[in-house]
Every structure is written in structure tokens, then in C-alpha cells.
Nanobody, 126 residues
Framework: QVQLVQSGGGLVQSGGSLRLSCAASGRTFSRYTMGWFRQAPGKERDVVAAINWIGSHTYHADSVKGRFTISRDNAKNTVYLQMNSLKPEDTAVYYC???????????????????WGQGTQVTVSS
């Protein structure tokens, strides 16, 4: 069993930056694909970014490409989402997720993830 504990988030003005962190329990974190998803009010949860087990392959949704960066530190069992140039449309609850089945490539589908963080609110004011 893996537990994911998120931190970061909050309220920021448009154009500002935030960094989300997701700390995982367990000894096999380094083998997991990790992802960040978000869900805005009234909308479905969508993938934001994903990273493979060693950080050599990443995926970023078109809506965040060039502004958000996913990274991981396997020594700290932690994955990060650095969010720059934030826009009001980035307002959502953000979730980190871990996929247990090994893959050398980032996973983009919710159904491929086995464990989820508790979610953290990000609000961007205009």
C-alpha cells in the first residue's frame, strides 16, 4: 500500500507561481510512474503532467506546456509540480497519483493509476 501526501497549493494572483509536492510512502517509489491531475468545478478530472520512474520521460498537457514542470526526487520519494505563469483557468483541485505497474513512459489515463493523494486546492485570481 502506498500513501501519497500532498502539500503546497493555495491562492495566488494571475502570473504568479506555486509548487506542489507529493510525498510517497513505501520502498518502491522509484519504480512508480507519477502523475498530476486536476479537476475544476463542474468538469472532469484531467491529466496535467506525468513522469516516468527515473524522470527521463515526461508528459505535459498542451494547456500547461511551457508553464508547468513535473519532476521527481527518488531519494526523497517526492514528485513535484512547479507551476509558473498561472492563469485563472488553472484554478482546480490538484491530485497526485502513482501507477504501480512499471512503465518506462509516463501514463496519461486516470485508470492506469493505483494510488491518489488527498487533493489540494489551487486558486488563481485575476
Amino acid at each position: 500500500q502506498v500513501q501519497l501526501v500532498q502539500s503546497g497549493g493555495g491562492l495566488v494572483q494571475s502570473g504568479g507561481s506555486l509548487r506542489l509536492s507529493c510525498a510517497a510512502s513505501g520502498r518502491t517509489f522509484s519504480r512508480y510512474t507519477m502523475g498530476w491531475f486536476r479537476q475544476a468545478p463542474g468538469k472532469e478530472r484531467d491529466v496535467v503532467a506525468a513522469i516516468n520512474w527515473i524522470g527521463s520521460h515526461t508528459y505535459h498537457a498542451d494547456s500547461v506546456k511551457g508553464r508547468f514542470t513535473i519532476s521527481r526526487d527518488n531519494a526523497k520519494n517526492t514528485v513535484y509540480l512547479q507551476m509558473n505563469s498561472l492563469k485563472p483557468e488553472d484554478t482546480a483541485v490538484y491530485y497526485c497519483a502513482a501507477a504501480e505497474t512499471f512503465s518506462d513512459y509516463p501514463r496519461r489515463l486516470q485508470s492506469e493509476y493505483d494510488y491518489w493523494g488527498q487533493g489540494t486546492q489551487v486558486t488563481v485570481s485575476s
